[in-house]
T-cell receptor, first 110, second 113 residues
């Protein structure tokens, strides 16, 4: 089986712009979660989607949003980018328990 | 988020020695745990998991121990190799949050040849 894929792998944006990141889960996985990873902060949970519905949400502002399509692919969007949004954004898909991560999208906000 | 913490931020071991990476968690209701390995520039890689009804689980060169009494999780790596150098995260989840995962900040393992 192919693993979790994320596109693009790298992005450079400027403050105030918006960005959309994409994630394709492992075939058959219906749950997709998004995380933000910054140095020293570990993995911060953004949200989880299951069958096109947001099932869990972390403590991030409303500028961070996501969605899931009928084929389980997911996108996350960040509007009005801030310098502090620079991070590695990780997508993970899972079956009932085991969770597998993609390689991440490295977002740099200038 | 939950207080899933790690005792040591860095760990250095000699090649061939055994490594032990520790993790403390605060929620006694947590019922599922995963250890991940993250190499530079890559996403976290699933290593091994354990459910709360178990105390120990073994994989290939790795063993996870769970002590629910003191809410402690450890990852043991046997015969550590240079390729084991990475950051290791523990993650916990529990059913009443819809299996949402909480992660610690990670332990950086360096294997000295």
């Amino acid at each position: 089986k192919a693993g979790v894929t994320q596109t693009p792998r790298y992005l450079i944006k400027t403050r105030g712009q918006q960005v959309t990141l994409s994630c394709s889960p492992i075939s058959g996985h219906r749950s997709v979660s998004w995380y933000q990873q910054t140095p020293g902060q570990g993995l911060q949970f953004l949200f989880e989607y299951f069958s096109e519905t947001q099932r869990n949400k972390g403590n991030f502002p409303g500028r961070f949003s996501g969605r899931q399509f009928s084929n389980s692919r997911s996108e996350m969007n960040v509007s009005t980018l801030e310098l502090g949004d620079s991070a590695l954004y990780l997508c993970a898909s899972r079956t009932y328990n085991e969770q597998f991560f993609g390689p991440g999208t490295r977002l740099t906000v200038l | 988020g939950e207080n899933v913490g790690l005792h040591l931020p860095t760990l250095s071991v000699q090649e061939g020695d055994n490594s032990i990476i520790n993790c403390a968690y605060s929620n006694s209701a947590s019922d599922y745990f995963i250890w991940y390995k993250q190499e530079s520039g890559k996403g976290p890689q699933f290593i091994i998991d354990i459910r709360s009804n178990m105390d120990k689980r073994q994989g290939q060169r790795v063993t996870v121990l769970l002590n629910k009494t003191v809410k402690h999780l450890s990852l043991q790596i046997a015969a550590t190799q240079p390729g084991d150098s990475a950051v290791y995260f523990c993650a916990e989840s529990y059913t009443n949050t819809g299996n949402q995962f909480y992660f610690g900040t990670g332990t950086s393992l360096t294997v000295i040849p």
